[in-house]
């Protein structure tokens, strides 16, 4: 089992920074291919970014690219997702994953276990 909790949400302006991170309970954290997910009011849930277990590969949505960094610390058993440029439609429920085969990807349904969610609101 692994447990996620997501922090870091909030209110911003437009242009703004925020770093969320993500606190993984896994005693193998370091397996998991991660990634974070965004959902806005009446909208499916979408990709964000990815990392694998390594931290060696990264994988980011084209909306979000050169803007949005994702990292990770094993030892620390964290992933943080760093946002720069916000935009508002950059709004959503933040949600971090984890992927049990390693690999981290886009794809929503490889995605084993979730946290509960952290609110980013971008104001204009």
């Known amino acids: 089992q692994v447990q996620l909790v997501e922090s870091g949400g909030g209110l911003v302006q437009a242009g703004g920074s925020l770093r969320l991170s993500c606190a993984a309970s896994?005693?193998?954290?370091?397996?998991?291919?991660m990634a974070w997910f965004r959902q806005a009011p009446g909208q499916a849930r979408d990709f964000v970014a990815a990392i694998s277990w390594t931290g060696g590969n990264t994988y980011y949505a084209d909306s979000v690219k050169g803007r949005f960094t994702i990292s990770r610390d094993n030892a620390q058993k964290m992933v943080y997702l760093q946002m720069n440029s916000l935009k508002p439609e950059d709004t959503a429920v933040y949600y971090c994953?984890?992927?049990?085969?390693?690999?981290?990807?886009?794809?929503?349904?490889?995605?084993?276990?979730w946290g509960q969610g952290t609110q980013v609101t971008v104001s204009s």
């Open positions: 896994a005693r193998t954290f370091s397996r998991y291919g």
């Open positions: 994953a984890a992927d049990s085969l390693g690999m981290g990807s886009g794809v929503i349904g490889n995605y084993d276990y």
